[in-house]
């Protein structure tokens, strides 16, 4: 089983850039599909970015597409996602998450979550 833990979440301006980690512990982290998944108030949640167990394969949201980047670094048993040019409409709670399956495209049944980190993009 792993443990999940999201950090970089904060408080950034339109057009501003974060860089979010989920660092993993347990398991074994080289051997799931990982993604990210936002929340914001009172809205359903979005499927962000999906990345294969090796990197090889990517899905991001068209929301994001363009603008975020999904990677991996399995030595470091950590995953990122790299925000650029932020938009309000970006700003939720975002979870990390481990799936036991394959890649796919778009929503995708996770197994294992992280807490969450809250992103705020102001006005």
């Known amino acids: 089983q792993v443990q999940l833990v999201e950090s970089g979440g904060g408080l950034v301006q339109t057009g501003g850039s974060l860089r979010l980690s989920c660092s993993a512990s347990g398991g074994i982290f080289s051997s799931y599909t990982m993604g990210w998944i936002r929340q914001a108030p009172g809205q359903e949640r979005e499927f962000v970015a999906t990345i294969s167990w090796n990197g090889g394969n990517l899905w991001y949201s068209n929301s994001v597409k363009g603008r975020f980047t999904i990677s991996r670094d399995n030595a470091e048993k950590t995953m990122y996602l790299q925000m650029n040019n932020l938009k309000p409409e970006d700003t939720a709670v975002y979870y990390c998450?481990?799936?036991?399956?394959?890649?796919?495209?778009?929503?995708?049944?996770?197994?294992?979550w992280g807490p969450g980190t809250q992103v705020t993009v102001s006005s």
């Open positions: 998450a481990a799936s036991r399956g394959p890649f796919k495209v778009g929503r995708l049944e996770y197994d294992y």
